[in-house]
């Protein structure tokens, strides 16, 4: 399966990042006080990218800390699944994506996507995702993953 994304690129180059250690978490705050989504970049196109602080599981043993971002399109996105004979375009307005980080090693993979409906419900889960399971690339300046990274890094 051949996966193409389109119009999705990140303005993101204000974040700076630091080089705090992955297993810290944030003064004082208890999970139920966390607050919801949280934006740390915007598209290109005009849509934001946001995190919630509550989903960020750090597996200490594995070094590996996992973040769920929001990414909202204001024009739509489509994901084009080609799978001979067929070619499937998908839109949606929104999706979220499930990042795991290597914190020490400032790699990324991929762990799951969902398209999202206009409700905020489900539309898709596109399996396997891109880049595979398990397969840690390195974080690029101005991606979605270094907008991600102080979150799941750094707090």
């Not at 990414?71 to 070619?87: G, H, M, R, S």
């Amino acid at each position: 399966m051949r996966m193409r994304r389109r119009r999705t690129c990140l303005a993101a180059g204000a974040f700076v990042l630091g080089a705090a250690a992955c297993d810290k978490t944030p003064q004082g705050a208890s999970p139920s006080r966390l607050p919801e989504w949280i934006a740390i970049a915007s598209t290109g196109e005009g849509g934001q990218v946001q995190y919630l602080p509550r989903s960020i599981v750090r597996a200490v043993a594995a070094g590996t800390t996992d973040v769920t971002i929001r990414i909202t399109y204001p024009n739509f996105e489509t994901w084009t699944i080609d799978l001979p004979p067929y070619v499937e375009h998908k839109t949606f307005p929104a999706e979220l994506v499930t990042l795991r980080f290597e914190c020490a090693e400032r790699r990324f993979a991929i762990v799951r996507r969902d398209a999202l409906a206009d409700d905020g419900s489900v539309k898709e889960t596109i399996s396997p995702p891109m880049p595979a399971r398990d397969r840690f690339a390195p974080i690029v300046p101005g991606g979605i993953a270094s907008a991600a990274e102080p979150a799941a890094c750094h707090t």
